[in-house]
């Protein structure tokens, strides 16, 4: 039996799209004369599709697109996963459904067991989870098919009592299909390796593994569907962030056999390549999803503006991105240079715009109101919100989407101002630390001078009052980020990070500026998540609480 | 048996607070001779803890303050509500836990079973559900104790598939009592009632229910705890947004007495007397648990900051309240004087700062870039931008939080300007519908003129270029709030909503702007919620989507 596992790239809520991708690819399949097609979970609507599940028309027209698909799968048939209504009237309303379509009808149905809902994911809140597991026989095999999830209760400490594949292997199936949508985190590949590599040894079958490639909004899908043999043994690997569709063949004897290349990756990418070819495809779905084209962003002189910069000159090619200079009478010489240098290496749009008339016309609108009160963050914030103003208004005019160059580290301590450089549509480096920004830009530089060397290595400044530097605030960054990983990232409590051998006083500081900061990030743009923990919808916190503050 | 129940209001987090709240009420309880005082869900820590949860340390502490309590229950047993290890290493890690505490110890914990998680609900992020039900005796009388949703499974269309009173009737429980935390919303209170007369009527059991009051940000907790005789019939209802604790005698034959004269609701609150109540605590507890103390506001003469402006009045004192009028070319005469006049009725603070010289300011430093393009969206946002850097500089100096003044259906349909009129700590009125705005400036003058009578009758304008009007771009809003509701709240589709008598064109248009806003609404301020269905945390849509633009 021959199998296409297709990894595409869908969006939420486009129908029209989702659908013609996965006839095209029906059809394709069938010419290379592949037995089944298989695609990943809820691809048909997207995913995620969060509340949009919650509206009976939007469940109707995931319904309409699978009829369109199962018409296709004559001689040919597929996997295709989509939200389905649950017929018993106590649970849930709906399933997180996968089809088996053979001679244009669905022969089978599987429901999805255990549902994630920590992090990022809020499954249980749409679905109810199955509590039958029957295989499917087709063309002599049995096949096990489970929905992601469903295979990630082998791990120690597991979220979940019950395991799916424990009722299936008492069927004796030949083969384990598992359909998948499961998002990008620099350590996450090597993760699902290990899991499903578990599954197939433990229950002696090969295993076949589709997943979501693209992004939606802030979730990236990374692709790099996998294909084990039944002793675990990795056979296969797609290519990671790019659409692809590949053939197998089961043996008889458990193995697995392909007919291309093997795609097998040799040396896996560092963390720091993963997060930016990440970016990019963050970067470039959010424009293409949403229908816009060209960027806009402030530079400063900084790294975060410039690695942001160009990051977006490679996804939206430079021509696309509009740099705009906002000095004030506090930007440095270097700055304005150092911005002007990678505008040239880049060879993306720019502009100039001075603010400190902007600046001084509202200090005497305030000097009533303000009188002789010394300067201080009020008037530092009215420079960042005025160069906030000029990128919006340039984004009304000319329809530019604004593109936020927070980092992490400052996100997390809130060393940002609301309604400043915490605007954006969408924030690119949100979930990378300062320290990784700096690895970033070296990645960056790896061929040729983009980014210029003295934005790297000068020391990081917010420039809003004279001889300004983060480290006036601030520990350094090595220390900051390393102990942010350690409360963001696992959790840990003051008392565990001291003991690790970082200073009580700036510990408990950190904490709590963190804890202080929760008001600011509820209210910035979506971050694109590269890590297992990002701010967002993976880290939902009280606003007004006490704990550590 | 004599069972104090107390309704008090927690504050996440703030450990010292809460235990010595309920320590004080054990006490006073004790004096009044009581056998049992209970203590609403998840009181140790506040609900909703959200990912708190997930530190180690949080729940160590809320285990902590458990053992305080406990040594205070000598001769007088206690109910409370806490997070507490789940000892399974199959499933979630914690529980949600009822302590039964007599004689300084622990002597029965029960596991809730039905974890909301829909809505603003995400118990089944962190909770494992309890499949084991047992009835507690005490003094001779056998209690069958759950928290919250457990009971709410006697519905049509039920959530779960278990009923954990179906297990607990069989054991000959003599009593029910259920801890609570049930969020406001302005037709939550007839429900609730409705579901517990019917479990007391089905089980045959009296019934006492021990809910949350005070707000947490965006939720606001109303009280009203409430307790039913074995036939269904209420016998008393706690006052509704106040702390209150009251005595209950358990009878011999499944009735309910109490000293007191009854506090039982004779002529229940209209949704806008409800929502008016509702909004001054969420502001009250806002500015308090945040540790702040005093308002700021834009104040433009229109009905929507004209009623936030006397709610925060109310709730927070006039004194407490700064008004800032920022009056540009566009603004009228009458808006300015309509301004003036609420500050005068009000009795709040009040500056003037007109800001056409800073948008003068941008302009020019635009006039580059925009050249001779003629005046439109862009120059409009200035506006409101301006305005907020104001009102945000304001905040910065003097320490004021900025309070946000748009509606629900302004929020609905994205006709408000990002970092503009969308700015601000807490949204006071973003889950009020214009419609029920002017109820309620009818309602805040009920006695006296605070809101000036030409503030209401006044056709709605943004004041943003001459001569602009609201249905300018908008449908009359009597028509917009029933098209939205019929959306947000009951998801019909437009078809549906068509059906029901509305243009197609003006359903078809209004849906797209509501989906197009997403990107706006993610970024605008906690709002606080008074109504089934609020944009926020209980309502998660995804940004780069297709469905319905």
Same mark, same amino acid.
């Given at each position: 039996?021959?199998? =296409? ?49 919650? !509206? ?34 106590? /649970? ?81 199936? @030949?083969?384990?299909?598992?359909? =998948?949508? *499961? ?44 294909? !084990?043999?039944?002793? /675990? ?6 290519? &990671?962030?790019?659409?692809?569709? %590949? &053939? ?14 093997? $795609? ?20 470039? @779905?959010?424009?293409?999803? *949403? ?58 749009? *720019?502009? $100039? ?8 016309? !509202? ?29 919006? =208004? ?22 940002? $101002? ?43 400044? %917010? ?17 900051? @980020? ?66 550590? $503050?």
């Amino acid at each position: 039996m021959k199998i =296409a596992l297709a990894q595409l790239n869908y969006h939420i809520g486009n129908f029209e799209s989702n659908t013609n991708k996965i006839i095209t690819s029906i059809r394709e399949a069938k010419q290379n004369g592949a037995d089944l097609v298989v695609f990943a979970e809820l691809c048909v609507c997207g995913y995620p599709a969060r509340d949009f599940l919650e !509206f009976n028309e939007f469940i109707s027209l995931c319904d309409a697109a699978a009829k369109k698909i199962a018409a296709e799968c004559i001689d040919i048939a597929c996997v295709i996963g989509l939200p389905t209504p649950n017929n018993n009237p106590e /649970g849930k309303d709906l399933n997180n459904s996968a089809y088996f379509i053979e001679n244009g009808e669905v022969k089978a149905v599987v429901n999805k067991a255990l549902l994630p809902n920590y992090d990022i994911f809020d499954e249980y809140r749409y679905f109810e989870p199955s509590t039958q597991f029957n295989c499917i026989d087709f063309k002599g095999k049995r096949i096990a098919l489970t929905i992601c999830e469903d295979l990630w209760n082998t791990i120690e400490n597991p979220l979940y009592v019950t395991r799916p594949m424990d009722t299936l292997i008492k069927q004796n199936p @030949d083969v384990m299909i598992n359909i =998948a949508a *499961s998002p990008f985190a620099y350590n996450h590949d090597e993760e699902r390796i290990a899991i499903l590599s578990d599954n197939a040894r433990r229950y002696n079958l090969p295993l076949l593994y589709v997943n979501h490639v693209g992004a939606q909004t802030e979730l990236i899908f990374d692709g790099g569907s996998l294909v !084990f043999d039944n002793t /675990g043994t990795l056979a296969d690997e797609m290519p &990671y962030f790019t659409e692809h569709t %590949a &053939y197998y063949t089961l043996t008889d004897n458990g193995g697995i056999t392909f007919e291309h290349p093997t $795609t097998l990756i040799v040396k896996r990418e560092s963390d720091i390549e993963q997060i930016y070819h990440g970016l990019i495809l963050g970067i470039r @779905d959010y424009f293409y999803k *949403s229908g816009f084209k060209q960027a806009i962003l402030g530079l400063s002189g900084g790294i975060d503006s410039a690695v942001v910069c160009a990051l977006a000159g490679e996804a939206l090619g430079p021509e696309n991105v509009m740099a705009v200079l906002l000095p004030s009478k506090f930007s440095s010489d270097h700055s304005l240079k150092d911005a002007e240098d990678l505008v040239k290496n880049l060879g993306c749009k *720019s502009e $100039t715009v001075a603010i400190e008339k902007i600046t001084d016309a !509202f200090e005497s609108a305030l000097h009533p109101q303000f009188a002789n009160l010394p300067f201080n963050i009020a008037e530092e914030n009215i420079q960042s919100r005025s160069r906030a103003v000029l990128l919006m =208004a340039m984004c009304n005019k000319f329809g530019y989407i604004l593109l936020n160059t927070s980092n992490k580290s400052e996100a997390a301590v809130g060393y940002g $101002t609301l309604y400043g450089d915490m605007c954006g549509g969408i924030s690119v480096i949100g979930d990378v630390f300062k320290t990784q920004v700096f690895q970033l830009a070296r990645y960056i530089n790896r061929d040729r001078e983009i980014i210029p060397e003295n934005t790297i290595v000068k020391p990081p400044s %917010a420039e809003l009052r004279p001889d300004q530097k983060d480290t006036d605030s601030l520990p350094e960054y090595d220390t900051l @980020d390393a102990i942010l990983v350690q409360y963001i990232e696992h959790r840990c409590s003051s008392a565990e990070i001291i003991k690790q051998g970082f200073a009580d006083e700036v510990v408990r500081k950190v904490l709590r500026l963190v804890n202080l900061a929760e008001h600011k990030r509820y209210q910035t743009p979506p971050i694109l998540r590269v890590s297992p923990k990002a701010f967002g919808m993976g880290r939902r916190m009280p606003i007004v609480g006490k704990y550590l $503050t």
